[in-house]
């Protein structure tokens, strides 16, 4: 097991570059770049939505977490986590919204990219976290 914490200010900017670094470790583990274009987009959209909903105003003291365990060869799991107002589980909604809709394809996209999705609550800590079981083959043999 490999485990991995990143931390940024929850900006547009900085959620983008914090799920590029995680692309960026996961490339030393796994082979499959349809894989890791999917788990990019998942944390592309997980960390974007802290920077535009966790917090009521942005501050630079507003905390974005990211942790990875990598499993070889089973799984990778994501913890995206805020400090801010978090998720309330039971009124999350997964389907799709109609075409015409300017957002709301966040929740969706990463519950059909990822295996599991499960919202967690630490004190004022909010997490999500995401799981991705990834076929042995789309592993990189290590010596």
């Known amino acids: ?59 630079s003291c507003n905390r974005l977490g990211l942790k990875i365990i990598v499993i070889p060869p ?11 107002k978090g998720l309330e589980a039971d009124k999350l909604d997964f389907s799709m919204p109609d075409p015409e809709a300017v957002g709301g394809r966040g929740l969706y996209i990463m519950s059909i990219l990822m295996d599991s999705f499960d ?13 991705k079981y990834i076929s042995s083959e789309k592993w990189i043999k290590k010596a």
């Open 1 to 59: 097991m490999h485990q991995y914490e990143l931390e940024a200010i929850p900006t547009p900017e900085e959620s983008r570059e914090i799920a590029r670094k995680a692309i960026s470790i996961l490339e030393e583990f796994v082979s499959d770049q349809e894989q890791l274009h999917d788990i990019d987009l998942v944390l592309t959209e997980a960390c974007s939505n802290v920077a535009r909903h966790a917090y009521e105003v942005c501050e």
């Open 119 to 131: 919202v967690l609550k630490e004190g004022p800590k909010n997490t999500i976290r995401l799981t």
């Open 74 to 84: 089973e799984k990778v799991i994501f913890e995206v986590s805020d400090w801010g």
